[in-house]
């Protein structure tokens, strides 16, 4: 059974980093994935995918500012962030970034806030 585990959010100053991890477990390789987040009230949007080519892709609001990578060895997925703003809060959640979705995890929260 597919399981998708989130972490790595948490309470950030505007300005501030973090670093998130999506932990693939029943799946064999994570060459395709996303990174999505939802803010209350807000749809559940992508904001940023690593294709099986190593391209990454990053929706207009977040780009130059988050950055997707994964480590094949270690199945997992990461989205750095910098320049964080307080309307990046929102739960962000790993899945793939089109097609059959996996279940989703939990989220992991992140709230920018002074």
């Known amino acids: 059974q597919v399981q998708l585990v989130e972490s790595g959010g948490g309470l950030v100053q505007p300005g501030g980093s973090l670093r998130l991890s999506c932990t693939a477990q029943g799946i064999g390789f994570i060459n395709y994935m996303g990174w999505y987040r939802q803010a209350p009230g807000n749809k559940r949007e992508l904001v940023a995918a690593?294709?099986?080519?190593?391209?990454?892709n990053y929706v207009d609001s977040v780009k130059d500012r988050f950055f997707i990578a994964r480590n094949n060895a270690r199945n997992t997925v990461y989205l750095q962030m910098t320049r964080l703003k307080p309307e990046d809060t929102a739960v962000y959640y790993c899945?793939?970034?089109?097609?059959?979705?996996?279940?989703w995890g939990q989220g992991t929260q992140v709230t920018v806030s002074s």
């Open positions: 690593i294709l099986n080519s190593g391209e990454t």
């Open positions: 899945n793939m970034p089109s097609g059959s979705l996996y279940p």
